[in-house]
């Protein structure tokens, strides 16, 4: 029996048939670098990167594309985002259950002078919105949350998130790895200044690839945190100010462009709305199927309104490594463990230090799939 992949919230597999077939295509048919040759085939980079930037901003509905970064992943795109904004003496808020790639490069930050703090969430891992304004300071120069917790799965209200910041004029920046491709997303009308996204993880794109969206105001403030070759302006060795040069220095991953365009074309084309609701149709199912198995506990909300297929379980009787070790060997079932680089997280849901076996849901999971999951779960439970 082939392996039971639930572990889409790592990386989405497999992948749209057109994602591979893109790659290889660039690999063995076309070849060329991007802004630096006039001939057809470095044209036709330049077209395809544009095409990506052009179907990310229709995905996310954002109105231009050449605030649409490129970047080497999600990890890039945050670092870019916090160390090109955040200076000594600014402060920043973040969620209780942000993963490391937003915390590890804070806490650098901290340790040069930038503080931040963290906007508390309930034991289900969702946001206490209503405490925003009572933490914001007159420093405060950024609020960033994860879209989805990748630990927990609750969605947390971005609308509401985007209006309080208008409201006191802060920018507001969210990480979205794990709602991109599986929960809409509405850049223009959530009011965001700044959106992190992953390539390979709900988009269904290859790795090192990824995109950072920003407001055209935001961008022209934001500082690149790299510098070099750009394929224009070559005759100035100063990095150009004008988008997208001044935030993609260097050639870019063009195997992941090509791939992530033909993934963002299946996803317009099959529409976020509907992965959502099959995602949604089958937490369901594997929630309900969870509610009897007395010796586990869930790590996130039980309700399947407002949150993702990332479905964490704690199980009480068993060490949750072994637990993820017999789902593999002994079911074929393949899920993550640990604290999944949010120790905050796991903080939060007080899963900390033991962690969870996560299972992720996507695009491909089948209802088969999660019943075999249900069942294996309530086995292992059983002792
Ligand atoms: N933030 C969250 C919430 C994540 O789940 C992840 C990936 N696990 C990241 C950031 C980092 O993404 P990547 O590893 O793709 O750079």
């Known amino acids: 029996m082939p392996p039971i992949y639930l572990d889409n919230a790592a990386t989405s597999f497999p992948k749209p048939p057109a994602v591979a077939e893109a790659v290889l295509r660039y690999m063995t048919e076309v070849g060329a670098s991007i802004n630096r040759g006039v001939y057809a085939s470095a044209q036709e980079t330049g077209m395809t990167a544009l095409s990506l930037r052009e179907g990310l ?20 795109g945050l670092n870019m985002l916090l160390r090109g904004w955040l200076r000594p003496g600014d402060h920043c808020l973040v969620s209780s259950v942000e993963h490391n790639a937003v915390m590890r490069p804070l806490q650098a930050l901290a340790a040069r002078g930038a503080a931040f703090e963290r906007i508390p969430c309930d034991s289900d891992g969702r946001l206490d919105i209503s405490s925003i304004p009572s933490l914001l300071r007159p420093n405060t120069r950024l609020v960033l949350i994860a879209h989805a917790s990748n630990v927990g799965g609750a969605v947390q209200d971005a609308a509401a998130v985007g209006k309080i910041c208008k409201e006191y004029g802060v920018p507001f920046a969210m990480d979205a790895a ?5 929960w809409p997303i509405d850049f223009d009308g959530w009011g965001l ?12 794109g290859p790795s090192g690839i990824g995109a ?3 407001r055209p105001e935001f961008a022209r403030e934001l500082s690149p945190i790299l ?8 005759d100035l060795e100063v990095q150009p100010d004008y988008l997208p040069d001044k935030f993609e220095s260097g050639t870019p991953n063009l195997p992941g462009i090509y791939g992530l365009s033909a993934a963002v074309d299946f996803l317009l084309s099959t529409g976020v709305e509907t992965l959502r609701r099959h995602e949604t149709a089958l937490t369901a199912r594997f929630l309900s199927g ?16 407002n949150r993702v297929g990332v479905v964490s379980v704690d199980f009480r009787t068993m060490d949750n490594a072994e637990a993820a070790f017999r789902l593999e060997q002994d079911y074929g079932i393949l899920t993550r463990c640990g604290l999944h680089c949010a120790p905050a997280a796991h903080k939060t849901l007080a899963t900390f230090p033991q962690g969870t076996v996560r299972f992720s849901l996507g695009w491909y999971s089948t209802a088969a799939e999660v019943d075999a999951a249900v069942e294996a779960v309530s086995a292992l439970a059983r002792g």
């Open 212 to 214: 950072l969206l920003l």
């Open 227 to 234: 510098a070099g070759g750009t394929g224009s302006a070559s």
């Open 290 to 305: 969870l509610r009897g198995i007395e010796s586990i506990r869930l790590a996130g909300p039980w309700e399947t309104e």
């Open 193 to 204: 200044s700044a959106l992190s996204v992953p390539g390979h993880k709900g988009l269904m």
């Open 178 to 182: 794990q709602t991109a491709g599986h």
């Open 57 to 76: 901003c229709r995905l996310f509905h954002h109105s231009d594309p050449t605030c649409c970064i490129l970047t080497g992943g999600n990890t890039v």
